[in-house]
């Protein structure tokens, strides 16, 4: 079997795990118990897997922090947009 | 620069990002807010990107995903604990 397709199978599930989140921060309007430390830190990550997965030429590395990264992105969006309007 | 320090210093920083949110479930024995489908989903994702990490040689690929695995085994552990204790 191709290793690429395990990566890519891998690459589709952590990825679109982040799915869940983004709409469970969405429709509930509510960040509260969500770690905003870990997001900050696991796109600064996700950042550099990028660009390691770029270099090594590996496109599931590559391709799966791209989409992570963006939907990271929007969990943080959403929670501060929330936060400034529900400040604690 | 050696592309594998990139690739393990995105291992520390992913890995290392669940730890805030294992410590915030842990203290406030609330796991509101959190998607449990999400943790479940990269669960299983990161166990495959172990895999494929260690078929392309990868070890930093490799390291950061079983680290990352544990943490996230234990964030499910307690939600679920939590959950057996305050069913909603």
Redesign the interface.
Known sequence: MD?QI??Y?????????????V???WK?K??????V???I??L???I??G??GY??G?K??LMANLVAGILQAIILIIIFKNKRKNPR
């Open positions: 290793i395990i990566g199978v891998a690459a589709v599930l952590t990825t679109s795990s982040f799915l869940p989140q709409i469970k921060v509930s509510s960040s509260k118990g969500i770690s430390t870990m997001y830190v696991m600064t990550g996700v550099l897997w660009i390691y270099c090594i590996s599931s590395v």
